[in-house]
């Protein structure tokens, strides 16, 4: 199983950025997929999950109407749209899967991680 993260960088207070997550090795059209990050000095933060028909599970207030998140019906791929990105929303973002359904108990338990990609955003 592999979850590749990109599309992080390095972006001024107000921008915008969107990442990708591309999973391999699993039937991803059986896993849920989630998003999370973890800031410097923080502990990792669930941030969204959606299932393959459809729902999504918001896990993070912080985030809640600047982040979108949304999941290709024909490809193996999560994305995660951030706008009105701020100094708080640095750190490093992961994907991740399990299988089945999205699951609402916090925090939510992944058995697959990507190794992330670093978003950075300066004042």
């Known amino acids: 199983v592999q979850l590749v993260e990109s599309g992080g960088g390095s972006v001024q207070s107000g921008g915008s950025l969107r990442l990708t997550c591309i999973v391999s090795g699993l039937d991803w059209t059986l896993y849920a997929l989630a998003w999370f990050r973890q800031a410097p000095g923080k502990e990792r933060e669930a941030l969204f999950c959606l299932n393959f028909g459809g729902g999504n599970v918001p896990y993070s207030p912080a985030v809640a109407g600047r982040f979108t998140p949304s999941r290709d019906i024909e490809n193996p791929a999560t994305y995660l749209q951030m706008n009105s990105l701020h100094p708080d929303d640095t750190g490093n973002y992961f994907c991740?899967?399990?299988?089945?359904?999205?699951?609402?108990?916090?925090?939510?338990?992944?058995?697959?991680w990507g190794r992330g990609t670093q978003v950075t955003v300066s004042s």
């Open positions: 991740a899967a399990r299988r089945d359904s999205c699951p609402r108990e916090s925090p939510p338990f992944f058995p697959f």
